[in-house]
């Protein structure tokens, strides 16, 4: 058994090999990996004994799965409505330059990754952006960056 066999073997056991686990073993495989990597959600489906397809259709569904090797802060600029009207766009831009990356890619160094989202919950702080757990808001363009070497 290759590495990843006995990894995916070891958390499908951990559930039982119950095929309505996937999300959590999907979950905590993310967590062991900080991504997904194509071999384990082959391996996933042939430990559950179900089609590839349906655990691509599972982890392509939900947007907390990564495809690609995450930063280690994650990054979510709000781009809901309270939020673009007080300008969010502004700060999604200056973030990216900051970062030199896109929504949904990887700083070079691995410190971060970018996303957008559509709501975070907080619309009377509005533009707002999290980077981890931490929730920053009233952000100004001239914040992004002193926001960001704090956690870099």
């Known amino acids: ?6 990894i995916v073997n070891r958390v499908v056991e951990k559930h039982g ?6 999300i959590q073993i999907l979950l905590d495989l ?5 991504w997904l990597p194509r071999e384990v959600l082959s391996e996933v489906g042939k430990e559950l004994g179900i089609p590839q397809t349906r655990v691509y259709q599972v982890a392509t569904f ?3 799965f990564s495809f690609a090797p995450r ?17 969010a766009s502004l700060v999604r831009d200056r973030v990216q330059q ?7 890619e990887t700083s070079p160094d691995m410190q971060f990754s970018l996303e ?3 709501c975070l919950g907080c619309c009377a702080m509005g533009p707002v952006m999290t980077v981890g757990d931490a929730y920053h808001g009233h952000l100004t363009v001239s ?10």
């Open 1 to 6: 058994m290759t590495g990843i066999s006995s």
């Open 17 to 22: 090999s119950n095929k309505d686990m996937l």
């Open 30 to 34: 993310q967590s062991g990996f900080g």
């Open 62 to 64: 939900y947007k907390a």
């Open 71 to 87: 930063g280690r802060h994650s990054v979510r600029v709000c781009m809901g409505t309270a939020c673009q009207v007080r300008g």
């Open 98 to 104: 900051v970062l030199g990356i896109e929504p949904g």
């Open 116 to 118: 957008t989202v559509n």
């Open 143 to 152: 914040d992004v960056e002193k926001t960001l070497e704090k956690c870099a």
